[in-house]
């Protein structure tokens, strides 16, 4: 089961971005910058996750496309 974190800086349209740890992505924030998630079967779950801490949630396009909405 992958691993996903959230990125603690809204992007400037106001998502915190959600990111597969070993996925290899090269948009991954700063460790300083993360807030772990956890294990999950899907992005789904990671970004449920998410959304219980941040308003305004979003998958990565690149490690966690099928989440990602805007």
Do not use: W
Not at 13 to 20: A, I, P
Not at 44 to 70: F, I
């Amino acid at each position: 089961m992958p691993r996903f974190i959230v990125n603690r800086n809204a992007q400037s349209n106001g998502d915190h971005e959600v990111h597969e740890v070993d996925a290899g992505c090269e948009h991954m924030p700063l460790p300083s910058n993360q807030d772990d998630l956890g294990y999950h079967s899907s992005c789904h779950g990671a970004v449920a996750k998410a959304s219980e801490t941040y308003n305004n949630v979003n998958g990565c396009y690149y490690c966690c496309n099928e989440c990602h909405t805007s």
